[in-house]
């Protein structure tokens, strides 16, 4: 993707006309979200100087800046001042899909520190995230020394997901992949899921993005 990232950040490519980013603002606001967070880094200032303040697609938009790579869950931890005390909704921009983000509303369970929506394992990601079961919807890092058997399904983490603030309680750098909260979450019986089996593409290359064009 670097030559089509080189000049503008992967969430303003575009598909069907519009960027990434913008089709993921309209299906928020469809939803009822109002208030939302952009955390930009490189070339942020073209997705501030098109998104504005959000007035357009009816919702308003706080922008939190990293300066330098924070990594997954350090982008989300600095922006957490803008988050307020209670769960958040976290999707990424870069992503193309049909989720209803309505239904997220209702899945939180007080307990709970995290609830990730989960999708089958694309090509270039086999091996998947984590472990679910559908009954207890509960959410688990395999253990490398059982067999698949024992921890199936294994599926991908989407990239969507409701977190609490409490879940980044105990983090003491500002640099740190999401996973490594989640997992510590996952040891005490803290995270649900959810299996998505609609559309949903991680636009990661250029095969994949002119896919969705035709």
């Known amino acids: 993707m670097q030559d089509l990232t080189r000049s503008k950040p992967k969430p303003l490519l575009e598909v069907q006309g519009k960027p990434l980013i913008v089709h993921r603002l309209e299906a928020l606001s469809r939803a009822g979200f109002c208030e939302v967070v952009i955390n930009v880094s490189y070339l942020g200032y073209q997705i ?21 790579p924070l990594e997954t869950g350090g982008g989300i931890y ?5 988050l ?18 309505k239904k997220l509303l209702q899945t939180f369970e007080d307990d709970t520190l995290a609830h990730l929506v989960l999708v089958d394992n694309p090509s270039h990601h086999e091996q998947g995230d984590f472990c679910f079961d559908e009954v207890t919807r509960n959410v688990w890092l395999p253990d490398p020394g059982l067999s698949d058997e024992k921890c199936l399904p294994r599926l991908t983490y989407s990239g969507i997901s409701i977190l609490h603030p409490k879940l980044f309680a105990d983090v003491s750098c500002e ?8 997992v510590s979450a996952m040891q005490k019986g803290q995270v649900t899921g959810e299996y998505f089996n609609g559309t949903w593409v991680d636009v990661g290359t250029r095969e994949r993005l002119q896919k969705l064009q035709s």
Do not use: C
């Not at 303040?53 to 009816?58: A, P, S, Y």
């Not at 600095?78 to 803008?82: K, M």
């Not at 640099?175 to 989640?182: G, H």
């Open 48 to 68: 501030k100087a098109l998104l504005g303040t959000g007035e357009h697609w009816g919702v308003s938009i706080v922008y939190s800046e990293e300066m330098r």
């Open 84 to 101: 307020g005390d209670t769960p958040f909704l976290i999707v990424n921009a870069d992503l193309w899909t049909d989720f209803d983000f």
């Open 175 to 182: 640099k740190f992949p999401l996973r490594d909260v989640l």
């Open 78 to 82: 600095q922006a957490l001042s803008h």
